[in-house]
């Protein structure tokens, strides 16, 4: 089967699909994490608050662009929040505390989920515009999906162009690469953070958006790519966006052929590969230069 | 007061109290289906029918008032065991219809069996429970899951498909609906092009496997997948293009009533084998699907009308006893004598395993007016299970 290129084509498409998702997901806490050193578990949980304010929002507003739109706002509105209130002041704190604090907030964001929206699961429907399908080498393919994969390239491109060509990128690369030499030259680094925490929160809400058409929106929806975005930040390098990015198209490919050709070795296959990288790779595919 | 008036008052009380009491004395009948979890959606369509089937054929009998007393088994067996010890020994119910989760049943099977209380299963499918696990005080009125799709195999076949892809969530309700399939499938010479059981629960995303579907390249895929799945499965076949190459066929939940037409076009041309469907043309169906309609402006379920047998099997069996109930072994007899035509067809009990015998449905998903329904093709009357271990 794995030289029939019609087979090939479509689940690397799914591969490609997934490793999208994994990459919005996964940029926001890969950044956060080089940046301040702060492992934010309840990053999952803000995928899934995207998935549900775009529930409410496409019950609210008529068009799946302005949901696209107001959803991931509405997440980073959250994600700020949740940084002056209480995140802001863990960071001092020893890893275990953060750990637990987050892993509690987890809990926190499902229980509400479930007040809100109750426990049954929901869909909502992909605007007519990408609903139907398109031919892709020959095959076909839905229409929705080849979208997740352009906005993930495009939302990387546009990070890459970010981080590499304005003020603001040099700052944010300076400050993982030497926070206080940063500070020290007078720049105001907190406020860094916090945008750049912000963008991150509201990227995971964007995945949360998109994933909602073509997975069910349920209470616990996060716990399973939480994994596998955890999983990502350590294959390609904690704070560095190439890292990310070929750290999410790896993990996306090898889950969605696992799935099918060994389904008893689905999850062992990514541990094995993140176990080989700790290994051999301890800073990961992409690491970034460290002046601590 | 006078001595006069307080032995009238006393001669009152005596009578307030007994002789009503031993009149009207309720027919308490728990129902135990799930408000919250997973199955509150299916639990909500049961109770709606269960009132109507109490409202049609009578909430007295002999003088005696039936009363419901409501239990959420939130899908939970635990919560689902908790709520039947409740019912029975606190409440002491005379009767405990519902259950929606095979995992429920599963839980409570061991306690019914030792109450001596009659059980009425309105849905749960797993196979052991009127198989080797069958108890004479747990009787289903819902369906086996090989009852289902025994039969879908073998018409198949017939028609012509002989090479064809399984695929259900890994779990106990997805094995016995493709074992059932293969069985009659493989044994009238067809072939199985490849299986697929996805976990239950953590499948996020159909696209992996129905790109093994495709390349499989078979003529036909038997699938059983229910809710919120089901509508994304037939969704993503289409999506994928697998609509028209291949034919979709399915234990009938993959098109259930309920959500067929949110399904709409892209459920065209499925297959689908069912006890149920709306489209059955008998009066009992049509006076059925329009007094569910006129209360709730949709089609009666599937799981709507599992329940409304279900209040009609209770009246029936109380009216044959006197609606006297002390006698549990009794009652249960009488159930088990019940017959009658309902929205189904023929239905009645197999004494030889307590499940219910009733006439199987094979349709097809066709356009209908500006929407979808599913279309009767081919009828197989009184499916009976084979006694699989059981000794009644």
Known sequence: MLLDPEFLIVQTLNGLQL???????????????????????AHGTLFMLGAYFALSAARAFDSFWLVLLVAPVGVAVVGGLLYLVLLRHMQRADPMKQVLVTFGLIFVGLESVMIVWGPLPHTIDVPALLAGSSSVLG??????????????????????????????GAIVRAGVDNRTMVAALGIDIGLVFFLVFCLGCGLAGLAGVVAAPVFSIFPGMDMS??????????????????????????IGIADTYGQVLVPELARVTIYALMALILIFKPAGLVPVRSGH | MTRKTSTLAAALTVLAFSFPAYAADPIKIGVLLPSSGVFAGLGGDQTLALEMGFDDFGREVAGRPIELIPADTESKPNSGLAQFKKLVF?????????????????????????????LIISNAGNNPLTGEQCSPWILRTSFSNSQIVREMGPWMAAKGYNNVFLMAFDYAAGHQMMDAFREGFVAAGGNIAGEEFP?????????????KVKAAKPDAAF?????????????????????????????????????????????????GILNYVPSIDTPENAAFQENFRAAH???????????YDSARLIVEALKATGGATDDK?????????????????????????????????????QPQGDSVAAIVQDVIPDVQDPPKGCTL
Not at chain 1, 149 to 165: D, S, T
Not at chain 2, 90 to 112: F, Q
Not at chain 2, 231 to 255: P, Q
């Open chain 1, 19 to 41: 490793s999208a998702l994994l990459f919005l997901l996964s940029i926001g806490l890969s950044v956060v994490f080089g940046l301040i050193n702060f492992i934010n578990l």
């Open chain 1, 139 to 168: 095959q076909v393919y839905p229409t929705y999906r080849l979208f997740i994969i352009a906005l993930g390239l495009a939302v990387f491109l546009l990070l890459y162009l970010g981080l590499e060509r304005t003020r603001l």
């Open chain 1, 225 to 250: 790519v939480l994994i596998l975005a955890l999983i990502v930040v350590v294959l390609g390098g904690p704070g560095s966006l190439k890292g990310a990015g070929l750290g999410s198209l790896i």
């Open chain 2, 90 to 118: 606190k409440d002491e119910v005379d009767i405990v219809v519902g259950i929606i989760s095979s995992a429920v049943a599963g839980a409570v099977r061991d306690a019914a069996h030792n109450a001596k209380v009659p």
């Open chain 2, 199 to 211: 976990p239950l629960g953590e499948t996020k995303d159909f696209g992996p496997y129905l790109a």
């Open chain 2, 223 to 271: 699938v059983f997948f229910a809710g919120g799945p089901a509508i994304k499965f037939v969704k993503e076949w289409a999506a994928f293009g697998l609509k028209g190459e291949v034919t979709l066929a399915g234990a009938g939940w993959l098109n259930s009533a309920l959500y067929v037409k949110k399904q709409g076009m892209d459920a065209e041309g499925a297959l």
């Open chain 2, 297 to 307: 402006g949709r089609d009666g379920s599937e799981f709507g009308v599992a329940a």
């Open chain 2, 329 to 365: 072994a009794a009652l249960v007899a009488a159930m088990r004598e019940v017959h009658f035509e309902g929205p189904r067809g023929p239905f009645r009990i197999d004494p030889m395993t307590n499940n219910v015998v009733q006439n199987i449905y094979i349709f097809e998903v």
